[in-house]
């Protein structure tokens, strides 16, 4: 098989990669023949490639099935993988509460993704941090050392510097950075506890986290405390406050579900859409930490946003909501 000699930095997009197979070949699916040609390319993407139709066979797109053999013509266009167009700067909304030359916090606003990822390559808070702050572009993961959920809001810190980053990164691994979340659940889930359970993913639905037999489980504890009960459309609901130990994906919502009390919106785990709750009733209302530059420490606190305080509204509490402020 011959073809041109291959750029040491590999193709750039507007670059064609020809190869004539020679005689002798063994007639075969395209996808497999190209996964011999370029190697370096996963299968899965050689045949996404192929069914955008930037892989032609004798002039004329092929197919993941099209078998290709001696003296056939294939020409490869290839095209950027959406992660590797994804650390791009997008003006993207989200409030910066406070800022030094080591850190930002900033208050998530709902339904704004974190990180990019499988589905969601732009309009991420990632691309914002990297358009309003251009040297971030310089820091892995644009400086961003823990995450939120997409429809969880609330308040995260955000490295400046490789330095204060891995100083953030350490804090968060001896937890010694505290976060503390509000949440609205279904039920009256009275007093204070503690819930001690590993977290992995759910066997029979990727997209979920579980603590019944979870695939590749990891530590996971989480303290909370009822601050107030209520009713709202004829159900019990109560509003509590919850302190991460750990941070694990979804380790609030998996925690409460698992004892029975779903987030209010959060369908995902068996919650209702109550009260015009549209996502998981859940933010990030405190943030501390240990100032990297300074080493003093540095407390946050953000009351829920809109959305939150409508529903909480529209609950008939019993003794009113307390420890929001």
């Known amino acids: 098989m011959t073809h041109t000699k291959p750029d040491p930095e590999g193709p750039r997009e507007e670059e064609s990669l020809p190869f004539v197979l020679p005689a002798g070949v063994v007639p075969e699916r395209l996808d497999k023949v190209l996964a011999r040609l370029i190697p370096e390319h996963s299968r899965s993407r050689l045949q996404a490639w192929i069914e955008a139709g930037c892989v032609l066979v004798n002039g004329r797109p092929g197919q993941i099935r099209t078998r290709v053999g001696p003296g056939d013509y294939i020409l490869v266009r290839p095209r950027p993988a959406p992660e590797d167009q994804a650390y791009v700067p997008e003006d993207i909304a989200f409030e910066v509460v406070a800022e030094s030359p080591d850190w930002l916090v900033i208050d998530k606003p709902p339904g704004l993704v974190t990180h990019p990822g499988a589905g969601n390559w732009h309009g991420t808070l990632l691309n914002g941090l990297l358009f309003r702050y251009p040297e971030l572009g310089q820091v892995a993961r644009a400086g961003i050392v823990h995450r939120l959920d997409k429809d969880t809001s609330g308040l995260m810190v955000v490295a400046r510097n490789a330095t204060a980053q891995t100083h953030l990164v350490r804090q968060l691994q001896a937890r010694s950075v505290h976060r503390e979340y509000c949440a609205l659940v279904h039920g009256y889930l009275p ?135």
């Open 191 to 325: 007093g204070t506890g503690r819930v001690d359970a590993a977290i992995g993913r759910d066997p029979r639905v990727p997209v979920r986290m579980s603590v019944l037999r979870p695939v590749a489980p990891r530590p996971a504890l989480t303290a909370y405390r009822a601050l107030a009960q209520g009713r709202v459309q004829g159900q019990a609901v109560s509003q509590v406050q919850c302190r991460l130990e750990t941070g694990r994906t979804h380790q609030i919502r998996v925690h409460l579900a698992s004892l029975g009390h779903p987030l209010l919106g959060d369908v995902l785990y068996g919650g209702q859409c109550l009260a015009g709750a549209r996502r998981q009733m859940l933010h990030a209302r405190a943030l501390t930490f240990v100032d990297p530059g300074h080493g003093d420490e540095r407390a946050f606190c953000r009351l829920p946003p809109t959305d939150y305080q409508q529903v909480c509204r529209a609950i008939e509490w019993q003794e009113g909501v307390r420890g929001l402020d």
